[in-house]
C-alpha cells in the first residue's frame, strides 16, 4: 500500500500523477534556475512500471520564499533526510545540467552512508565532473548572469523579456550556479552503479565528447547516447531520453 506523503516529502518531491505501487521510482532533478515542473509530462510518457517524481529545490515555485541552497554537501544532506522511506523502493536518478550533479553528489553520499543505492544513473547536460578546472561558463559571459541565462534557452521567453522577472530569478540562479562552481567534489573511488549519459548533438557547455568524460565516474556500465539538439532537448530528443529511460526502468523492474 502506498502511503500519503509526509509534508517534508511534498516540499521536495512533486508528483505529476498520483502515487502508486509501481516496482521502481525515478528521481528527476532539474536545471540550474529551473524546477520540477520541467518533468510534468513525464509521468504520463513512462511506462506504468515506473513512477516518476521530481525533485523541488528550495527558492524557486511554490518554495519561492525559501533561500536556495549555495553549497552542494547541506543540500544534500537535506535531500536525503527527506527521501526517508521513498528509498525502500528501487529507484533511479536522473538529472539535467546541475541536476545531473546533484544526482550524482547524492549516489556517493548515499554510498558513504550505507544506504540504498540507485540503480542507474542519468545525467544530461553537464560535463564529466573530471572536466571541471575552476573556469565556468557563466562567470566568462560578456552580459554577465543574465547573458548566460539567454544563450543557454530552457527560460521562456516573457521571462527573459521582463526585466523585473528575470530578476527575480537570478539570485536563486546564483546560488544554484555557487553549489556547482564551490563543490570541488573528487571522490575516492567511482560509483557501482550504471551511468548513461545523454549529449546535445549542438550543445556548447556539454558536448558529446565532454559527456563521454563522465564513463571515468563509474566502475560498472556506462553508455553514451547522443541526442539531436542543444543543452536542452526539443520535444523530439526529449522523447527519446525518455523513452530510453523507460524501456531501461522495465527491464529493471522485472528484476527486482
Request: charged share 25%; glycine share 8%; proline share 10%.
Amino acid at each position: 500500500m502506498t502511503l500519503p506523503p509526509s509534508a517534508d516529502q511534498r516540499r521536495w518531491f512533486k508528483r505529476f500523477g498520483p502515487p502508486n505501487d509501481t516496482a521502481i521510482r525515478l528521481f528527476c532533478f532539474h536545471y540550474a534556475g529551473g524546477s520540477a515542473v520541467m518533468y510534468r509530462d513525464w509521468s504520463r510518457l513512462m511506462p506504468a512500471e515506473v513512477e516518476t517524481i521530481s525533485v523541488q529545490l528550495p527558492g524557486r515555485a511554490d518554495r519561492f520564499s525559501e533561500p536556495p541552497y549555495d553549497r552542494m554537501a547541506p543540500l544534500v544532506d537535506a535531500l536525503i533526510e527527506a527521501l526517508g522511506p521513498l528509498l525502500a523502493r528501487p529507484f533511479a536518478c536522473y538529472g539535467t545540467s546541475m541536476g545531473a550533479r546533484v544526482a550524482w553528489a547524492l549516489s556517493h553520499e548515499l554510498s558513504e552512508r550505507g544506504l540504498p543505492m540507485p540503480r542507474k544513473l542519468y545525467v544530461a547536460g553537464s560535463p564529466g565532473p573530471v572536466l571541471d578546472n575552476g573556469e565556468w561558463e557563466w562567470d566568462e559571459n560578456p552580459d554577465g548572469l543574465a547573458g548566460y541565462v539567454r544563450d543557454m534557452g530552457g527560460t521562456p521567453a516573457p521571462v527573459l523579456a521582463e526585466s523585473e522577472l528575470l530578476d527575480q530569478l537570478l539570485p536563486t540562479l546564483r546560488a544554484d550556479l555557487t553549489v556547482l562552481s564551490t563543490h570541488g567534489f573528487r571522490p575516492r573511488r567511482p560509483l557501482d552503479v550504471p551511468i548513461r549519459a545523454f549529449a546535445g548533438t549542438d550543445d556548447p557547455e556539454a558536448s558529446p565528447e565532454r559527456m563521454d568524460r563522465w564513463r571515468v565516474e563509474t566502475r560498472a556500465e556506462f553508455a553514451l547516447e547522443k541526442v539531436p539538439g542543444g543543452h536542452f532537448f526539443d520535444a523530439a530528443g526529449l522523447r527519446q531520453v525518455v523513452d530510453r529511460v523507460g524501456a531501461e526502468l522495465t527491464a529493471l523492474a522485472q528484476v527486482t
